[in-house]
């Protein structure tokens, strides 16, 4: 899984502090402060209009969830993380049973 968040952090020190606080390094994956030039891109891209934001993709770079934000208000990062390993089981499993159906 990769994790990628985009915040609302002004700068580089205040994402650090918010990581630091706030998920404690647990998820690893990607993070980029509202102004970074990349925040840009990827809110274009994921059609993204609020933020913090907080997508998860799967090794094919599929969007397993874009609202692990509202997870993690919710829930604490290992926790989370859980979910959405059991998201992604799930998906596979489901297209697991689409193939055998079709055969």
């Keep these: 899984m ?3 968040y985009i915040g609302n952090e002004q700068s580089q020190e205040e ?3 918010f990581i630091d606080k706030h998920l404690g390094g647990t998820l690893g994956g ?3 402060a509202f102004n970074e030039e990349q925040s840009f891109q990827l809110r274009a891209e994921l059609k993204a ?3 913090p934001l907080v997508v998860v993709l799967d090794q094919n770079l599929e969007v397993i969830t874009r609202d692990g934000a509202a997870d993690l ?3 604490s990062p290992i926790a ?3 979910l959405w ?3 992604l089981k799930s998906r596979v499993e489901e297209q697991k049973r689409e193939t055998e ?3």
């Design 85 to 87: 390993i059991q998201i």
């Design 2 to 4: 990769e994790f990628i």
């Design 15 to 17: 994402l650090v502090a």
């Design 80 to 82: 989370c993380r859980n």
């Design 73 to 75: 208000m919710h829930f």
């Design 101 to 103: 159906d079709k055969q």
């Design 49 to 51: 209009d609020c933020v």
């Design 30 to 32: 990607y993070y980029f």
